[in-house]
């Protein structure tokens, strides 16, 4: 299975069942992704320990990498983090948090106006701090009350023990799912996981898993085999295109008690098309007048296309995605779309004037050119048919908007 994640993305430590200890792993995945300020959901990660290269396949909505994506959903600790209004705030020996509603400072204390469970305010006050290192600046997961809530690699606290720690994993331990915590003073303790999260028997999911691909994707259910495991489903088959392999993936990702889909499917090739030809199809798609696009490239490598465009918000390309799935030969795609706020509406207009003045233009037969103003330049993008096209088009496009300042990236094709 290493071979089908070839990409390192992150070094962490978690719970190796084969080492018996915490460990540092790394996190691979089938793709290069960013791991900066986080990352989309049902995106499988094989992590693999790096003492005795034992794995096991997690998602990336599992793990807190990056930045936090909702820091309301964790709890500040009075004496560990700095306070402001709005904060969730736990005092330590206390029943459960509340929200900050105001704070201010005396000569020797700290003096807050908490809310718990949307009550009228209650003034708490406590010795003055000083917080030099803050660990968690998001807050922590208090354990054991919000176990099903942790993510691995959140910082805890434990009311209990008044112990903080780290989450290190999601361990099976005799027929229960449990959350591996690494303690300040290095103890591991493993908590079992609410009954309403624990995961359904294989079986039992994968009976549900199969009943519903045969009543939704009748045409191809007999080309997938399931295997499902700790909530984990597994795809494998040929499909017929790339955009039927995507509904699948999308349809379990979206059913009830998955952890997540890993997708081992092929799209079937009745004849070779060549990257060439594939990167050449897409191009073609990108230049159409009815996609409102600009900043884009394609780029196609053992049938596997990396696609990246930026377009006006309200001119999503909802479409596009399928359009470039249905593709005969496309194995894999990967698309990145940029949606920007429209600025300068006025030159906008003036662009469209322009295409169109290109378009009737005799000597640009053939052609399709698109002009857009963004990051304070204009942009040329598109397909002639020759250089004489192509400086033909940069000439005229200087002389009506009056300025040299024009990127010219047309393609010759």
Not at 52 to 74: K, L, R
Not at 138 to 157: F, K, S, W
Not at 171 to 199: E, R, Y
Request: net charge positive; proline share 5%.
């Amino acid at each position: 299975m290493r071979s089908q994640f070839p990409y390192r993305l992150h070094t962490q430590k978690l719970f190796c069942r084969r080492c018996r200890r915490v460990m540092p792993h790394g996190l691979f995945a089938k793709e290069p992704y960013s791991t900066y300020g986080g990352m989309a959901p049902h995106i499988p990660l094989l992590c693999r320990c790096d003492e005795c290269g034992t794995t096991f396949v997690a998602f990336s909505q599992e793990f807190a990498i990056g930045q936090s994506s909702n820091g309301s959903d964790y709890t500040k600790i009075y004496g560990k983090n700095r306070i402001i209004p709005g904060n969730w705030l736990y005092f330590k020996n206390t029943v459960k948090p509340g929200v900050v509603k105001s704070y201010f400072q005396t000569g020797d204390k700290e003096v807050f106006l908490v809310s718990y469970d949307g009550g009228a305010p209650e003034k708490v006050e406590r010795p003055k701090t000083i917080i030099r290192n803050e660990e968690a600046p998001d807050g922590y997961r208090l354990v054991p009350a919000q176990t099903a809530q942790v993510l691995i690699g959140d910082n805890v606290y434990h009311a209990i023990r008044d112990q903080f720690g780290v989450a290190v994993g999601l361990v099976s331990d005799g027929g229960k799912d449990k959350l591996a915590i690494l303690l300040d003073d290095n103890s591991l303790l493993f908590i079992t996981i609410p009954l309403s999260k624990q995961n359904v028997p294989n079986t039992t999911l994968s009976e549900y898993v199969r009943q519903k691909l045969a009543q939704l994707f009748p045409e191809d259910y007999n080309r997938v085999q399931v295997t499902v495991g700790q909530g984990i489903v597994y795809l494998e088959g040929i499909v017929r295109s790339l955009a039927v392999k995507k509904a699948l993936c999308a349809c379990v990702n979206n059913m009830p008690h998955v952890r997540g889909c890993v997708d081992f499917m092929r799209v079937q090739m009745e004849t070779y098309i060549s990257d060439e030809r594939l990167e050449s199809s897409i191009w073609r798609l990108l230049d159409a007048p009815a996609f409102k696009i600009f900043d884009y490239s394609a780029e196609v490598r053992n049938s596997r296309a990396n696609v990246k465009l930026s377009c006006f918000d309200f001119n999503f390309p909802k479409d596009l995605e399928n359009r470039i799935a249905d593709l005969p030969g496309l194995q894999d795609l990967s698309l990145t779309i940029n949606p920007i706020p429209e600025k300068h509406s006025d030159i906008q207009v003036t662009c469209r004037v322009i295409e169109k003045e290109l378009a009737q233009n005799t000597r640009l037969a053939g052609t399709m050119i698109r002009l857009t103003y963004f990051n304070n330049k204009y942009v040329m993008e598109g397909r002639v048919s020759n250089s004489f096209q192509k400086q033909w088009a940069l000439i005229n496009a200087v002389k009506m908007v009056r300025t040299a300042s024009i990127e010219n990236r047309l393609r010759v094709c």
